[in-house]
């Protein structure tokens, strides 16, 4: 049965949802090609030998990364600890941008891990250093501009709200408690004129 409405329109596909599953499938085609054109130039074997030592370093590289995390995290809770039980407000520890730049360390170890030529170089050139640094000052801007864009009620802006900086330029997550809502029903009740009979 037909009401004369048109059908309803279905909703726009993102660029991203478009383009990542194209650029995925290239990048398949292209390390298969490229395994190929290498084992045809220096064997099967050396090919062998470079996935099997990209995988090893890979593995060796996250295990070290997460060493890392998990001492980071282990000291942040001492601190914590440490602060509770002085009865002092806890502070963030100082951080170096080694420590901010353990994600993309891991994520070269996941890149080394992964077989193909493509992905071993990307996951080479994230062991290094100032390639990580940039990478982390990037995604830093990235994601302030994002925030700062968002539309007012959305998400990215109460969670810009949620954040304090304090005078140094650092980052404290807090929120802030009202006097009205912190008096609570009581302060309510309080506030109303007795009822006569």
């Known amino acids: 049965m037909t009401t004369g409405a048109p059908p309803p329109l279905a909703p726009k596909r993102s660029r991203a949802r478009t383009y990542v599953p194209l650029g995925v499938a290239a990048w398949l085609v292209l390390e298969i090609w490229l395994l190929t054109v290498v084992a045809d130039a220096a064997g099967g074997l050396t090919v062998f030998a470079l996935l099997v030592g990209g995988a090893v370093l ?22 914590a600890q440490a602060a509770a039980q002085s009865g002092t407000m806890p502070t963030a ?9 353990n994600g993309f360390l891991m ?21 290094i ?6 990478l982390g000052r990037y995604a830093d801007r990235a994601a302030e501009r994002r925030i700062n864009a968002a539309p007012p ?18 980052v404290v997550q807090g929120e802030v408690i009202r006097e009205e809502a912190a008096r609570g029903p009581r302060g309510a009740e309080e506030d109303r004129p007795p009822l006569t009979p």
């Not at 890979?58 to 942040?76: D, H, I, W």
């Not at 250093?129 to 940039?134: C, K, M």
């Open 58 to 79: 890979g593995a060796a590289v996250v295990k070290r990364a997460g060493r890392r995390a998990f001492r980071n995290l282990t000291s942040t809770f001492q601190q």
């Open 107 to 127: 994520l070269g170890g996941l890149l080394l891990m992964i077989p193909g030529l493509i992905s071993d170089a990307a996951g080479l050139l994230l062991l």
């Open 93 to 101: 520890p100082e951080r170096t941008g080694a420590e901010d730049r």
């Open 153 to 170: 009620g959305s998400l990215q802006d109460a969670f810009q709200q949620a954040r304090i900086h304090r005078p140094d330029g650092k």
């Open 129 to 134: 250093p100032p390639v990580r640094s940039f």
